[in-house]
């Protein structure tokens, strides 16, 4: 069964600094995708960014980019000039090419200290 | 374009009370789902829906039903509300292509607590 795991339940950092949020997955499979998903307090989902497995070069939005290491099976998402407005839980989900349904990892509390 | 709705935002029932969540989405999506979020454990898939009269079972399906008449709404249904059912839900709607979901968007979340 594929598995998704952030290890870090609460982040913080200065703002405008730099953080990056960890998450390792667990698949056999080859052809799948992954995706970071913010939540604000105001509980709704917003995808930040999607990186499929086929594609070598790291996925970029704006100021959020990811480092994806496919023989290590690690999907970190890294914030840069972290603002206020960061602050929020953040998912990592896993889906296989072929699968219907996302596998969510328990997610990082983000907070932004000003 | 409101994306996805769902209502209502809040509800509290009563243990073996039911009660029916709606979701709806205006983007033409084939693809439906439903999620419910728990402390420390994320989401997790309960019911999805690849078109019309056609859906199936996620990863905790146990307590509720769902059917999907149009494309554009896809109800989830408490039979007899349990405390084990005290959740956030998730409606999320995306494209069907070539046999699976794209990238799904969620809508805002109803928080449903069973006393």
């Known amino acids: 069964a594929q598995t998704v795991t952030q290890s870090q339940p609460e982040m913080s950092v200065q703002e405008a600094e730099t953080v990056t949020l960890s998450c390792t997955y667990d698949t056999s499979e080859s052809d799948y995708y992954l995706f970071w998903y913010k939540q604000p307090p105001s509980r709704q989902m917003i995808l930040v960014i999607r990186?499929?497995?086929?594609?070598?070069q790291n996925a970029t939005e704006n100021r959020f980019s990811v480092n994806f290491q496919k023989a290590a099976k690690s999907f970190s998402l890294k914030i840069s000039d972290s603002q206020l407005g960061d602050a929020a839980m953040y998912f990592c989900a896993y889906r296989y090419q072929g699968a219907q349904k996302l596998v969510f990892g328990q997610g990082t509390r983000l907070t932004i200290n000003p | 374009n409101a994306g996805v709705t769902q209502t209502p935002k809040f509800q509290v029932l009563k243990t073996g009370q039911s009660m029916t969540l709606q979701c709806a989405q205006d983007m033409n999506h084939e693809y439906m789902s439903w999620y419910r979020q728990d402390p420390g454990m994320g989401l997790r898939l309960i019911h999805y829906?690849?078109?019309?009269?056609?859906?199936d079972q996620g990863e905790v399906p146990n307590g509720y039903n769902v059917s999907r008449s149009t494309t554009e709404d896809f109800p989830l249904r408490l039979l007899s509300a349990a405390p084990s059912q005290t959740s956030v839900y998730f409606c999320a709607s995306s494209r069907f292509n070539r046999g699976q979901a794209d990238t799904q968007y969620f809508g805002p979340g109803t928080r449903l607590t069973v006393l």
């Open positions: 829906s690849v078109g019309a009269g056609i859906t």
């Open positions: 990186q499929e497995a086929y594609k070598q």
